[in-house]
């Protein structure tokens, strides 16, 4: 061996014990130092792939979340809220839809609009493997989600005068789901969108606990981690490049929103051009609640900030959540989230700052049944007989108080614009088969409403309608339900 390399061998031994040391500093602090104790009897490779991973983890912020569980302290308390007032709420149908449309579709022709896709789910809980962005619901197309929504883009992208291109796509992925979901986007041509206007990129993990707060590990070699949630899109965008890739592409705004929620208007053009015309820096698009017991958080006035912010179900006071305008009829704290988000790149970059993101976003924790290795027995504990540790995750939506006044409501009509993929086949709700249900009911009502049709020739038919025929139900005035159905409509009979 010469000497040069074996002084950059010393060096390269060198630099590993440094990174070692700086590891063993941060666990120390954190309380968590028996994640090395294993170490001595690692490989080489195995040293290499575990010290990577402890490298990358938000230590001192798991340690405060851990701090706050065991000591009883959530992170936010449900108190101090009210409805939000009429003056941030709007929606659709006023008088003014077709001045919003104009100037949501002149951004969008600009090439100042761009989509944040939050899809780091998989599709475990409905009983299929890979990313559920690639579950098909059974309509009649056989479409995907990812599809689908890709399709709703490029028919704004042609509302608005122009070809693919005009709309900037940012996929938030995992590590579990990541180079699944790009395979699916070029084997599948990107579903039309133009490549080069796709990137994708991964949102972090952090370490589950067990219930003393001790970090988990899955192997000999690694923690045991989950996916830090929703709101690890902040960090996610600015470490990956994302965040800078956006400032250089010139986008004036975003939508930030969900893979699962089948009829989701990407790109919408109305919220997008209220928000410009508002000037507002961030925005909220939300349904009725209408139901006391739904498990859905609400968007809500903060009393002691003058901002706003959103509370989970499981924070709201049971009285909050029961009660009802002064008429009986309408629930009052009834703007339920739906993840669908509106920013403008400025709050965005913002928000994104190491600073900003750890005073925003606290872990929310909840427990669960999580597989881990046992270093005493040497083997992994499969199926847990209890909840055995504790899963922390950011919400997306924790930045709303940045935004104080400068903050708006959209409120969509559920039946157009809200019905999620959550449970597994067969469930009652939020299942592919209401999902299916909801968009043929949809496309239908918007048939018949263009056509004036009394029914698409039996009780019992029903159409879907590409999403490259009709955005919201525009279009179809011409439809002849008696002859050859366009490319782009397809008949169902249940």
């Excluded at 040293?47 to 992170?75: C, F, H, K, T, Y």
């Excluded at 989950?226 to 939508?255: F, H, K, T, V």
């Excluded at 299916?436 to 029903?462: I, Q």
Aim: hydrophobic share 40%; charged share 25%.
């Amino acid at each position: 061996q010469s000497p040069s390399s074996m002084s950059a061998a010393a060096a390269d031994a060198s630099s590993d014990e440094a990174r070692l040391e700086r590891v063993r500093r941060q666990l120390s602090d954190a309380g968590q130092l028996h994640l090395l104790d294993g170490w001595p009897s690692l490989s080489g490779e195995q040293r290499v792939r575990l010290l990577r991973q402890l490298e990358r983890i938000d230590w001192p912020g798991l340690s405060a979340a851990v701090r706050a569980v065991m000591s009883g302290q959530p992170p936010r308390l449900g108190e101090g809220y009210a409805p939000p007032p009429a003056s941030v709420r709007a929606g659709p149908g006023g008088p003014r839809d077709s001045e919003l449309r104009a100037a949501g579709l002149a951004a969008v022709a600009e090439g100042r609009v761009g989509l944040v896709l939050v899809a780091g789910g998989q599709a475990t809980r409905l009983g299929a493997t890979g990313p559920k962005g690639a579950y098909n619901v059974g309509l009649p197309s056989g479409k995907s989600l990812f599809q689908l929504h890709a399709e709703k883009a490029l028919r704004v992208e042609a509302m608005a005068g122009g070809g693919p291109g005009r709309i900037a796509w940012y996929v938030m992925t995992s590590d579990s789901t990541g180079p699944a979901t790009e395979a699916l986007f070029r084997g599948a041509g990107c579903f039309g969108l133009r490549p080069d206007c796709v990137r994708f990129f991964e949102q972090g993990s952090v370490p589950c606990v067990d219930t003393d707060g001790r970090a988990l590990m899955a192997g000999p070699d690694a923690v045991q981690t989950s996916p830090d949630g929703n709101g690890g899109l902040y960090r996610a965008l600015r470490e990956s490049g994302a965040l800078a890739d956006m400032r250089r592409r010139g986008i004036a705004c975003l939508q930030v929103f969900g893979v699962d929620n089948i009829l989701t208007r990407v790109a919408d053009p109305l919220f997008i051009g209220h928000c410009l015309l508002e000037r507002v820096s961030m925005a909220a698009k939300v349904v009725e609640r209408t139901r006391p017991e739904e498990r859905v958080g609400v968007v809500a006035a903060d009393t002691a900030s003058g901002g706003y912010r959103v509370v989970e179900y499981s924070e709201m006071r049971p009285e909050d959540a029961a009660a009802r305008e002064p008429d009986g009829q309408r629930l009052l704290m009834r703007a339920a989230n739906i993840c669908q988000h509106y920013f403008t790149l400025e709050s965005l970059e913002s928000v994104c700052q190491p600073e900003n993101e750890v005073r925003l976003l606290p872990y929310h924790a909840a427990k669960k049944k999580v597989p881990y290795w046992d270093a005493n027995a040497g083997q992994m504990v499969h199926s847990p007989p209890t909840e055995n540790a504790i899963k922390f995750e950011k919400f997306v939506f924790d930045v709303f108080p940045a935004a104080g006044s400068s903050f708006a409501l959209w409120e969509a009509a559920r039946s157009e614009e809200f019905s999620p993929l959550k449970n597994a086949p067969g469930s009652s709700s939020d299942c592919p088969e209401t999902c299916r249900r909801d968009v043929l009911e949809l496309h239908t009502k918007w048939l018949l409403t263009a056509t004036s049709a009394s029914s698409l020739g039996g009780s019992r038919r029903y159409a879907e309608v590409s999403p490259l025929l009709s955005y919201a139900g525009e279009g179809l005035e011409g439809v002849d339900l008696s002859g050859n159905p366009p490319e782009g409509l397809l008949f169902v009979d249940e």
